[in-house]
């Protein structure tokens, strides 16, 4: 067998292996830790949900906790009943588990950024390795653009739209790991609204700083100034485009892999699915986000 | 039925009918401006591309074109505004 | 007045049934444009055709942004459990009105997305080298011209979500107008996005040509692009803001 398998063998025994595993264990879950009766290390049990509680599961787990009147709703949070307790508290009954995982996901994905980020640091050399090489490769792409639309002497810039970029496209990508109790965090309204509510502040404030109090609230009075409301309500609704965009992109991705997978019973599809919607749209969306308030920005501040 | 009833029922479907009209005229009005002002500006685009050099009066006349062709939208939107407020 | 359940899944299929039907038919005109122009261009440029084809499958997926806007809906429609605890007349309305908006919603941003799509892959096939200025040009424009969709995916949910599921003093007078009240706000985002969607993309579509032959003044060019489309967008917020108010304030 030669060294690099190609990709067409490496699908074909990936199908045949799916094709077993359906075979024999169709309508049954994996389950791993240790079952409470028979002390079991792993052990497969039969499905009981419908589709309707799974994806009440998945996307609502605080309103299937409340429907099913579930003894410890903590174990859906993966975490203890001291930390589940505290978000009760904070948020109250109806969103604890969401923001539960929200809030790990983001702890996760910023430690990674970090600890990714001083790993390069500390080996970066004049013969890049393959990692520094990608990461290189994408901070020249959007220095480039940010020289393109902002100007040579705006180069400061770079440093947010990089990190906004890879912040949205490792978030969109978390949805690759199979692990449960993990999702994206752009699938929360939440961090798409405070993105754009980021990016489109910083556009007002660049303006002012630039154009002086004055001609920043004239600008708001063209042509005339009883239409200053609808001038408003138009720079919400950048907010609102922006980060729906992205938000709506990343949900309808999940729910359709959600449903099209349970349709079919988690054989072969789930993966073309998370290859166009996660992989595809997913790096899109990221770099749609950066480059609209990247031009945003340089409607503002360039003349 | 009595009259008072009638009455009622008859202000409800009155008012239903309004947010109704408002609806559809803001929704209709909104179709001619739209893709009247972004024929302007395609064209306008074309122009800046062709000489560059006139960019600033470009961008000034479409403006003026727009301002003008939006304002049918902006009749929608007060008639639109007068029929939910005002009934 | 609550509703029975099986009068309750006809507003609910309905609304399903519209919704993805009416996107899918323009996203599909939308896609199957930019295609044709594909084929087209790799005519005129075989040697040209992997990048033609990587932009092609790349327009594709934001086109279809919308019509995946609008499965989603379906779904929330289908599964989401708004049978369960009984609807009354107006959210049953309000649930058909999210349908609505989000399938006609979608139909001028799709079509015009489609059109800047065609463009952007027609300038490639005249000029190649300049392939990553247009594909980025292309992105911005589809992105400005989804505004559209955007907004009617915000008022769907609103009307799938913050619409109450039985009225506190429920009386048939206020029931017909808030029914009335609800529809509309579907039909008006769902009509008003269509002329700023078009619009914007025949915007997108002749800047991305426009790049494709003066590809030095990209900068003016984007900036035009821009401003104009921000015009033309400003007719579908006030159908959002018409939206807004006949949901929060009828």
Redesign the interface.
């Known amino acids: 067998m030669s060294k690099k398998m190609s990709l067409k063998t490496i699908l074909l025994i990936f199908f045949v292996v799916e094709l077993i595993i359906a075979f024999f264990f169709l309508g049954k879950t994996l389950h791993f830790g240790s079952q409470k009766d028979t002390g079991k290390k792993i052990w497969f049990e039969e499905k009981t949900e419908t589709m309707n509680q799974e994806i009440d599961f998945d996307i609502q787990p605080d309103l299937y906790v409340k429907k099913n009147n579930v003894d410890e709703p903590w174990e859906f949070t993966y975490g203890s009943k001291w930390l589940y307790g505290k978000f009760v508290k904070m948020f109250g009954d109806g969103s604890a588990i969401l923001n539960f995982r929200l809030w790990r996901m983001l702890l996760y994905l910023d430690i990674f950024i970090i600890l990714v980020a001083a790993f390069i640091r500390a080996k970066s050399s004049k013969l890049p390795s393959k990692i520094q090489l990608i990461f290189e490769m994408i901070y020249g792409f959007i220095d480039d653009l940010v020289i393109e639309t902002l100007g040579e002497n705006r180069k400061h810039f770079t440093q947010f739209f990089f990190t906004i970029f890879l912040f949205i496209w490792l978030s969109n990508w978390t949805a690759l790991l199979p692990i449960p109790g993990i999702s994206e965090p752009t699938r929360n309204l939440n961090v798409p609204l405070g993105l754009g509510f980021m990016s489109i502040a910083l556009v007002h404030f660049m303006s002012l700083r630039k154009r002086g109090i004055v001609d920043y609230v004239k600008g708001f009075c063209e042509p005339i100034f009883i239409m200053a409301p609808l001038n408003i309500v138009g720079e919400v609704s950048k907010v609102i485009s922006i980060s729906f965009r992205l938000f709506g992109n990343i949900f309808g991705g999940a729910i359709i892999t959600l449903v099209v997978s349970s349709l079919t019973h988690y054989v072969i599809v789930p993966v073309g699915l998370n290859m166009f919607f996660t992989m595809f749209a997913g790096t899109i969306q990221a770099f749609v986000f950066t480059m609209l308030s990247l031009t945003y920005l340089s409607m503002e501040i360039v003349d | 039925m009595d009259p008072n009833t009638t009455q009622i029922l008859a202000k409800g479907i009155a008012q239903g009918a309004a947010f109704l009209g408002a609806g559809i005229c803001m929704g209709i009005g909104a179709l001619g401006p739209g893709v009247g002002e972004g024929y302007t500006a395609g064209k306008a685009c074309e122009g800046v591309a062709r000489s560059p050099e006139q960019a600033g009066l470009i961008t000034r006349t479409m403006l003026i074109g727009q301002a003008v062709s939006e304002s049918t939208g902006i009749y929608s939107l007060v008639i639109a505004l007068l029929l939910i407020f005002t009934t | 007045m609550v509703l029975e359940a099986d009068i309750l899944k006809v507003f609910l299929y309905t609304g399903a049934a519209l919704s993805t039907g009416i996107a899918s038919l323009s996203a599909g005109f939308g896609e199957g444009y930019a295609a044709a122009h594909t084929a087209r261009s790799i005519m005129r440029q075989p040697n040209a055709s992997s990048v033609l084809t990587r932009t092609m499958?790349?327009s594709q997926?934001?086109v279809e942004?919308g019509a995946?806007?609008a499965?989603?809906i379906s779904?929330?429609l289908l599964?989401?459990?708004f049978t369960q605890g009984g609807a009354d007349w107006a959210k049953a309305f309000s649930l058909l009105g999210a349908g609505l908006a989000i399938g006609l919603g979608c139909t001028?941003p799709n079509f015009?997305s489609g059109y800047s799509a065609a463009r952007a892959i027609e300038g490639i096939g005249r000029n190649p080298s300049k392939s990553g200025r247009i594909t980025?040009n292309m992105?911005?424009g589809q992105?400005?011209t989804?505004?559209g969709t955007?907004?009617a995916?915000?008022v769907s949910l609103l009307l799938l979500y913050t619409v109450p599921a039985q009225m506190s003093e429920p009386?048939?007078?206020?029931?017909?107008?808030?029914?009335?009240?609800y529809?509309?706000?579907g039909?008006?985002?769902?009509?008003?996005?269509?002329?700023?969607?078009?619009?914007?993309?025949?915007?997108a579509?002749?800047?991305n040509?426009?790049?494709s032959?003066?590809s030095k003044?990209?900068?003016?060019?984007?900036?035009?692009?821009?401003?104009?489309?921000?015009?033309?967008?400003?007719?579908?917020?006030?159908?959002?803001?018409?939206?807004f108010?006949?949901i929060f304030?009828?």
């Open positions: 499958l790349i997926a934001v942004s995946i806007f499965l989603v779904m929330l599964f989401g459990g001028g015009g980025a992105l911005i992105a400005i989804e505004s955007i907004f995916l915000v009386s048939l007078a206020k029931m017909i107008m808030k029914a009335c009240a529809i509309t706000a039909i008006v985002i769902g009509i008003g996005t269509f002329g700023p969607g078009t619009g914007i993309g025949y915007v579509g002749k800047a040509i426009s790049i032959k003066h003044d990209q900068g003016v060019i984007t900036r035009t692009m821009f401003l104009g489309a921000a015009v033309s967008e400003s007719t579908a917020i006030y159908a959002l803001v018409i939206s108010l006949l304030v009828s």
